[in-house]
């Protein structure tokens, strides 16, 4: 019901920024619930941000927090990471979710393919 594609993504140097986009297709996506994860090689996947419908509440993860801010514009049907301060940590492939109003940290329902993020020191 909701198809999504993520954008943005790119090598930077530690203390840089990127924003990624997510654009979303879908009647009822101004209804759901968005939020970004990611996925390091080795590691399981962690959500890193969420934000209700509406924009009222959001999410972050303690690592990201104060230094990603995640938006959407719903006229456009486009939500956003921006991302500051990178570190190499933050190295993943970043993955926009959408799921129906509920917890803004677990059980998304769509996914996106993916967007390498790569953060060099």
């Known amino acids: 019901q909701v198809q999504l594609v993520e954008s943005g993504g790119g090598l930077v140097q530690a203390g840089g920024s990127l924003r990624l986009s997510c654009a979303a297709s879908?009647?009822?996506?101004?209804?759901?619930?968005m939020g970004w994860f990611r996925q390091a090689p080795g590691k399981e996947r962690e959500v890193v941000a969420g934000?209700?419908?509406?924009?009222?509440?959001?999410y972050y993860s303690d690592s990201v927090k104060g230094r990603f801010t995640i938006s959407r514009n719903n006229a456009k049907l486009t939500v956003y990471l921006q991302m500051n301060s990178l570190k190499p940590e933050d190295t993943a492939v970043y993955y926009c979710?959408?799921?129906?109003?509920?917890?803004?940290?677990?059980?998304?329902?769509?996914w996106g393919q993916g967007t390498q993020v790569t953060v060099s020191s």
């Open positions: 979710a959408a799921k129906t109003p509920g917890p803004l940290y677990r059980d998304y329902d769509y």
């Open positions: 879908g009647r009822s996506y101004t209804s759901y619930t």
């Open positions: 934000i209700s419908w509406n924009s009222a509440s959001t």
